[in-house]
């Protein structure tokens, strides 16, 4: 129907939102904005050489050719492209001849009042989509990683997030240093209370919006550097490069740090991440184009 209507003429600007909305790519008259959180066919080579699983290697040497085709030809008749970190841009230009490129962050909306963390908490926060591979892989591995390690230390990873199927929900409820929450229809009650929120993420591009999530309710950030991508890296608590990192990071910082971790982060997430932000960024490069 989209398709039909841009064929139309209907529109003089149409911006596709996300991977999905490329379908509807159409060559007319229109000025056609593609608007991605992720370029595909990196993500399916990132999997194929680095994700720890099996599966998601498999899946990814599958994906990688149908995402490049699919890619190569949106871009074909896109005039413009938004992405939401510099990193991605690059990636996009490794593997294809693109149109104008604009980065534009992803936002998250910061509460005026965060969330509350607890500096002397036992509990740490994970929170995102359990059926995205990346998601689910950095979770299970930091698990496997530091599972000893959170049951001597008395620490429990509180679980928050959409998606899972029946097995992933199976393994999760079994282990004994996990709190499965799931879906939380109120984001800040379920995130309320704990020490940090945690990031454990390999492989996958893009602005995570689970970082500024946690940025923007004032919870202090213990992340790898994949989970950080496209935001400043000071405004993480503490930053690792494996899963057996975690621990060392996590205790070894003082209420005094975290306090301060939790204060900068929100500024960063208000100040550069904010619909405000968002708003500005899409009148320039709309300017751009005109």
Do not use: C
Not at 143 to 170: P, Q
Not at 183 to 190: F, K, V
Not at 239 to 244: E, K, T
């Amino acid at each position: 129907m989209v398709g039909d209507r841009i064929e139309a003429g209907e529109f003089s600007t149409l911006i596709l939102l996300g991977e999905a909305a490329g379908l509807a790519a159409r060559r007319s008259n229109s000025e056609l904005i593609w608007d991605k959180s992720n370029v595909l066919v990196s993500s399916d080579l990132r999997a194929v050489r680095e994700a720890r699983g099996i599966t998601q290697r498999i899946r990814g040497a599958l994906q990688a050719p149908l995402a490049f085709r699919f890619e190569k030809r949106v871009l074909g008749v896109a005039n413009q492209v938004w992405v939401t970190t510099t990193a991605e841009h690059e990636r996009l230009a490794k593997y294809y001849s693109t149109p104008v490129v604009e980065v534009i962050p992803s936002v998250f909306d910061v509460p005026i009042d965060p969330t509350g963390f607890d500096p002397e908490s036992r509990t740490l926060l994970w929170m995102g989509t359990l059926n995205y591979g990346p998601n689910w892989d950095g979770l299970k591995e930091f698990i496997r990683t530091n599972g000893k390690w959170l049951d001597a230390h008395g620490f429990t990873v509180r679980v928050v997030g959409g998606g899972a199927s029946k097995g992933k929900e199976r393994w999760l409820k079994a282990q004994s240093m996990v709190d499965y929450v799931g879906y939380a229809p109120e984001l800040s009650t379920a995130l309320r209370g704990a020490r940090v929120g945690i990031v454990p993420i390999l492989t996958g591009a893009g602005l995570k919006l689970k970082t500024l999530t946690f940025m923007g309710y004032g919870i202090p950030v213990v992340s790898t550097y994949q989970g950080m991508e496209g935001i400043p890296t000071k405004a993480a608590a503490a930053l690792v490069q494996s899963m057996d990192q975690f621990p060392a990071a996590i205790t070894n910082l003082s209420s005094d740090s975290l306090y301060q971790a939790s204060r900068y982060a929100r500024s960063v997430a208000h100040d550069k991440f904010s619909t405000a932000a968002l708003g500005a960024r899409i009148d320039d490069a709309l300017q751009e184009r005109s």
